[in-house]
């Protein structure tokens, strides 16, 4: 009984401090715009003020982490260097919105945030998977024992995180339409980042995340190896992809709006 009681007190404390008669409406979509069980859509929007607070941290901590390519790229350029910490900075500021009640008037950052956290949340775990890291020597053993618990520890970090990033991109349609206009300002925004991290720098060299198969020549990185190709060919893919979601996600509350 008394365990029962404690889970009881926890419950209403719990809707007590994270209520759910604010949350928006769950309405049916196909399960590719809305593949989140409906219990984690909801739990992420009760507690909301800890995933901003999470995304803020992780984009403090993004911004430190492009502290070596900051010094490589010119500063007119910089805006284009760190992806991922701007695409939790746009889910911090877009989440934020929808609860202190500005979301109606930010169509366009819902869905850069959209954009941003399925974009660089796949990109980046695919990237460290297909292109790992090269150790001193060839060898694990060269990196010492603190060595090695912070470069796997740092790997597991940076997968584990950018996944959750995809994760929390579908919290989004709870509360934003992705009108055309909106959907066109992400995709604008993420196909110039694609041309100038890929295809063409115009200030520079190409501004995507260093790769750990781009060997480094003194001058900058060699940008001709296959796996700048590859990176571009998953980076140009996804930010077709994200403009099929949000399009789709649009059509499909629309057409439950029709239908209810």
């Known amino acids: 009984m008394s365990g029962a009681s404690?889970?009881?007190?926890?419950?209403?404390?719990?809707d007590r401090w994270f209520p759910a008669d604010d949350l928006p409406e769950q309405r049916d979509l196909p399960r590719f715009v809305a593949p989140l069980p409906d219990w984690l859509e909801d739990l992420g929007l009760r507690l909301v003020w800890l995933v901003v607070l999470v995304n803020l941290a992780g984009t403090a901590f993004g911004f430190w982490f492009y502290g070596f390519q900051f010094t490589i790229t010119e500063?007119?350029?910089?805006?284009?260097?760190?992806?991922?910490?701007?695409?939790?900075?746009f889910i911090a500021l877009s989440l934020?919105?929808?609860?202190?009640?500005y979301a109606d008037?930010?169509?366009?950052?819902?869905?850069?945030?959209?954009?941003?956290?399925?974009?660089?949340?796949?990109?980046?775990?695919?990237?460290?998977?297909?292109?790992?890291?090269?150790?001193?020597?060839?060898?694990?053993?060269?990196?010492?024992?603190?060595?090695?618990?912070w470069e796997y520890g740092?790997?597991?970090?940076?997968?584990?995180?950018?996944?959750?990033?995809?994760?929390?991109?579908?919290?989004?349609h709870r509360y934003a339409s992705f009108s055309a206009g909106a959907v066109a300002v992400a995709a604008a925004w993420?196909?110039?980042?694609?041309?100038?991290?890929?295809?063409?720098?115009?200030v520079g060299e190409p501004h995507h995340t260093v790769?750990?198969?781009?060997?480094?020549?003194?001058?900058?990185f060699d940008h001709s190896v296959p796996a700048h190709d590859i990176a571009a060919?998953?980076?140009?893919?996804?930010?077709?992809?994200?403009?099929f979601l949000a399009l789709s996600t649009r059509a499909a509350k629309l057409r439950a709006e029709l239908e209810g």
């Open 6 to 14: 404690a889970t009881d007190r926890v419950r209403r404390a719990y």
């Open 75 to 89: 500063p007119v350029m910089w805006p284009f260097v760190p992806d991922s910490p701007m695409a939790t900075l």
């Open 96 to 101: 934020a919105s929808w609860k202190l009640g």
């Open 105 to 149: 008037r930010v169509p366009w950052l819902h869905a850069l945030a959209f954009f941003g956290c399925i974009k660089l949340g796949a990109w980046t775990p695919v990237v460290l998977t297909v292109f790992p890291v090269e150790y001193p020597g060839g060898s694990l053993a060269a990196l010492g024992t603190l060595g090695f618990l």
């Open 154 to 172: 740092l790997y597991s970090f940076l997968v584990v995180s950018h996944l959750a990033m995809v994760v929390e991109a579908f919290l989004v």
């Open 190 to 202: 993420y196909t110039l980042n694609d041309v100038l991290d890929y295809l063409v720098p115009v």
């Open 211 to 220: 790769l750990n198969a781009e060997p480094f020549l003194g001058s900058g």
């Open 233 to 243: 060919a998953v980076a140009i893919a996804l930010t077709v992809a994200c403009v």
